[in-house]
């Protein structure tokens, strides 16, 4: 699995911005994708993923502001920032995982991150 991330740039505070992740490969084999991110100093953290069932799952801090959707047709994933903060600013990394067997364990693919700057 190949996951192509895009669509990072710099945004004033209060604007919006969609991030895309075109995954390639085996793509019928990814379980969940979304995004992670990772600011300056600071960890990688979750920020929003969504199975392939549908369900979605989000940081507590982007909650009401940021929405994850995914195009399986194109298997393309977005992720659409609105109301971003400077505190969003992070490189922003397209995370999908692959059950691997029948117990359910994961393996972690991981794209090329894209910057996200917001300024104030």
């Known amino acids: 699995v190949q996951l192509q991330a895009s669509g990072g740039g710099l945004v004033q505070a209060g604007g919006s911005l969609r991030l895309s992740c075109a995954a390639s490969g085996r793509t019928s084999s990814i379980n969940a994708i979304g995004w992670y991110r990772q600011a300056p100093g600071k960890q990688r953290e979750l920020v929003a993923t969504i199975s392939s069932g549908g369900s979605t799952n989000y940081a507590d801090s982007v909650k009401g502001r940021f929405s994850i959707s995914r195009n399986n047709a194109k298997d393309t994933v977005y992720l659409l920032m609105n109301s971003v903060k400077p505190e969003d600013t992070a490189v922003y990394y397209c995370?999908?995982?692959?059950?691997?067997?029948?117990?359910?364990?994961?393996?972690?693919?991981w794209g090329k991150g894209t910057l996200v700057t917001v300024s104030s």
């Open positions: 995370w999908g995982r692959v059950i691997v067997n029948i117990e359910g364990a994961g393996m972690d693919y």
